[in-house]
């Protein structure tokens, strides 16, 4: 499912089945981020181009979007809390450790960059 608002690097992930094989089978140290978005959202037009620039800045972590309508919102339960938009969530070592590292509602680029270099740094230094 490919709607308008698709952001550039970013996947799509429109079923339960590949959000959670995305999520379990990603590397212990793979951060992983999720996109929500809705059509003619005010806040997602303005964060859209700042989100399709996290792919360069952070080339180690996986970006996923889930599409505005998509069963994984209603299929999934670490999807189904989704009510405002934007909407981003943080998963790292998610098969072992069963939860999202944290998440941002609305246009706060400043938050979500914040969020997204607390994970990916402490890949950085577990790796040097």
């Known amino acids: 499912m490919t709607l308008p608002e698709s952001i550039p690097g970013w996947f799509q992930i429109s079923n339960k089945d590949d959000f959670m094989f995305q999520l379990t089978e990603a590397d212990d140290n793979q951060v992983i981020l999720v996109y929500f978005g809705q059509p003619n959202c005010i806040a997602c037009d303005m964060v859209k181009d700042f989100m399709s620039k996290l792919p360069v800045r952070y080339p180690n972590a996986y970006m996923f979007q889930v599409p505005f309508g998509s069963p994984v919102t209603k299929d999934?339960?670490?999807?189904?809390?989704?009510?405002?938009?934007?909407?981003?969530?943080?998963?790292?070592?998610?098969?072992?450790?069963?939860?999202?590292?944290?998440?941002?509602?609305?246009?706060?680029?400043?938050?979500?960059?914040?969020l997204v270099k607390r994970y990916y740094e402490l890949i950085r230094i577990t790796n040097l």
């Open 76 to 114: 999934s339960m670490w999807a189904n809390d989704v009510a405002i938009y934007p909407f981003v969530k943080v998963f790292k070592n998610f098969s072992k450790v069963q939860n999202c590292m944290g998440y941002v509602t609305g246009s706060g680029t400043t938050m979500i960059e914040d």
